[in-house]
């Protein structure tokens, strides 16, 4: 069998609506997809409902493998740590970060379940790609416990400076986490050499170029905006049916030169 892609994220790409399961919204979703049906794919993430024990199942030629979370861990890894910790940090723009050691265990404990369910999805040889900042610890924590996977980890937010990231009290366990994959993708330059500064001053880690080396052995880093399927966004605007509510918006706003579309 051809390497196949396994993608490990906070959130499956579907959502229940009226006990039947919808491909979810969102550019995440919409960029990974495609690569997915084509790579034979695999998708482990939370259905986004507290205790639902789901099996696995498959959805538009995806399989879809579940991992609960309990009301405790929504509170502690997805609303503490990740959202009231991590994310606050990294943008270091919108509120003061919040430190909490019962908050750390929580993410520490949902990364290994997650990274337990991307080791049993997973066969030798199989790529993994990580997502984003709620799963930092998985890549470490794969590698440990499958040595044969191809390892990627992308963060979709800005990485700090290291003066700002170093206010964490576990940056150097989330760094090695991170280091675990084979190669990191980051949305700019600027995310890039943060990163490999944070990874020497705190690990000890050497950085050459693109690539960080360092006791578990070398992980390349790089800028790698993330896209979209602009093939299908472009058959859509073009379609009849998006002509119709383009008409009907514009009847609605009463004919304006302009209409200026946002999404947040």
């Given amino acids: 069998m051809d390497e196949r892609m396994i993608v490990v994220a906070n959130r499956l790409p579907v959502r229940r609506v009226e006990d039947a399961w919808r491909t979810s919204p969102g550019g995440l979703v919409s960029s990974l997809t495609p690569i997915l049906r084509e790579r034979d794919g695999r998708w482990i993430g939370w259905t986004g409902t507290t205790d639902d024990h789901a099996e696995p199942f498959e959805h538009e030629e995806i399989e879809q493998h579940p991992v609960a979370l309990d009301e405790a861990d929504v509170e502690g890894y997805y609303l503490g740590f990740s959202n ?5 940090l990294y943008h270091d723009a919108i509120r003061t970060p919040e430190f909490h050691r019962t908050w750390w265990r929580s993410y520490r404990d949902v990364n290994r379940r997650f990274a337990a369910a991307a080791a049993a999805a997973a066969g030798s040889g199989d790529f993994v790609w990580v997502q984003d900042y709620h799963l930092q610890l998985v890549p470490g924590l794969l590698r440990r416990t499958a040595p044969g996977l191809k390892i990627g980890f992308y963060l979709h937010i800005p990485f700090p400076p290291v003066e700002i990231y170093s206010r964490l009290p576990w940056r150097r366990q989330v760094l090695e986490g991170v280091l675990g994959a084979d190669l990191v993708g980051f949305q700019t330059e600027l995310a890039v050499r943060n990163f490999c500064r944070a990874a020497a001053a705190i690990t000890g880690a050497r950085v050459e170029g693109n ?22 966004f472009m058959a859509r605007a073009g379609s009849s049916e998006t002509a119709e509510r383009v008409q009907r918006l514009q009847a609605d706003l009463r004919e304006p030169a302009h209409v200026v579309l946002g999404v947040d």
């Fill in 211 to 232: 690539e960080i080396h360092h006791e578990h052995g070398v992980t390349r880093v790089l800028r790698a905006p993330i896209s979209i399927d602009v093939d299908d």
């Fill in 84 to 88: 009231a910790t991590i994310w606050p």
